[in-house]
């Protein structure tokens, strides 16, 4: 039996032709490449064959280590797990706050939007590295729903934590505003929780067990 390599995620398929859309991260069937025997035998001698490299500077060196402990120690599952598991929570207080009149749930609400806004900059960096050293930087339909959430997140953070601050009774006090804030912070969810699916597809394909 054949098999083909999706050269953006790595998905291995059997069968006489390659899929006409990988399973996984929906690249196009042209993306497969058959597997064959020789494969590493091709890739070392292309290494010995090129051109010596310049002298890497200080700062090529650096992010140079930096990509190598995103993709060794799997940076970027772990740092997207602070907005999954911190928003949800966020958004529960909010809600806490408007249905039962708790003013301390928004405050810590507050602070966990904050924290988690602050830490979008590493989710977002090492989504990024491992996108292009592990799925060659192909923009597939998987991709781009990806980055248009993480826009999305980190958009609606920066509107409510904005927000917050200018008016800080928002959530407190009754008004179509408050109502106005809560849909933004349902939007927030919304992104977070499409961007976890999404990355959740990557890792585990389409397999229902």
């Given at each position: 039996?054949?098999?083909?390599?999706?050269?953006?995620?790595?998905?291995?398929?059997?069968?006489?032709e390659?899929?006409?859309?990988?399973?996984?991260?929906?690249?196009?069937?042209?993306?497969?490449?058959?597997?064959?025997g020789?494969?590493?035998?091709?890739?070392?001698e292309?290494?010995?064959?090129?051109?010596?490299?310049?002298?890497?500077?200080?700062?090529?060196?650096?992010?140079?280590?930096?990509?190598?402990?995103?993709s060794?120690?799997?940076?970027?599952p772990?740092?997207?797990?602070?907005?999954?598991?911190i928003?949800?929570?966020a958004?529960?207080?909010?809600?806490?706050?408007?249905?039962?009149?708790?003013?301390?749930?928004?405050?810590a609400?507050?602070?966990?939007?904050?924290?988690?806004?602050?830490?979008?900059p590493?989710?977002?960096?090492?989504?990024?590295?491992?996108?292009?050293?592990?799925?060659?930087?192909?923009?597939?339909?998987?991709?781009?729903?990806?980055?248009?959430?993480?826009?999305v997140?980190?958009?609606?953070?920066?509107?409510?934590?904005?927000?917050?601050?200018?008016?800080?009774?928002?959530?407190?006090?009754p008004?179509?505003?408050?109502?106005?804030?809560?849909?933004?912070?349902?939007?927030?969810?919304?992104?977070?929780?499409v961007?976890?699916?999404?990355?959740?597809?990557l890792?585990?394909?389409?397999?229902?067990?």
């Amino acid at each position: 039996m054949r098999k083909w390599e999706c050269t953006v995620c790595g998905y291995v398929h059997e069968g006489d032709e390659p899929p006409d859309e990988c399973p996984v991260c929906s690249a196009d069937k042209s993306m497969f490449v058959e597997i064959t025997g020789d494969k590493s035998t091709v890739e070392q001698e292309t290494a010995e064959t090129s051109l010596p490299a310049a002298k890497p500077t200080m700062a090529t060196v650096l992010y140079t280590k930096a990509s190598e402990l995103i993709s060794t120690y799997h940076l970027h599952p772990i740092t997207v797990h602070t907005p999954n598991g911190i928003v949800p929570m966020a958004i529960i207080f909010l809600a806490i706050t408007v249905f039962f009149g708790f003013p301390l749930f928004e405050t810590a609400a507050l602070y966990s939007l904050v924290f988690v806004l602050l830490n979008m900059p590493l989710v977002i960096f090492t989504g990024y590295e491992m996108w292009q050293k592990r799925y060659q930087g192909t923009l597939t339909t998987l991709f781009k729903i990806k980055i248009a959430a993480a826009i999305v997140t980190v958009l609606a953070l920066s509107t409510l934590i904005i927000w917050r601050l200018v008016q800080p009774d928002i959530v407190t006090v009754p008004s179509s505003g408050r109502w106005v804030y809560l849909a933004i912070s349902l939007l927030l969810l919304m992104a977070v929780g499409v961007a976890g699916h999404m990355g959740g597809k990557l890792v585990f394909g389409s397999r229902k067990n």
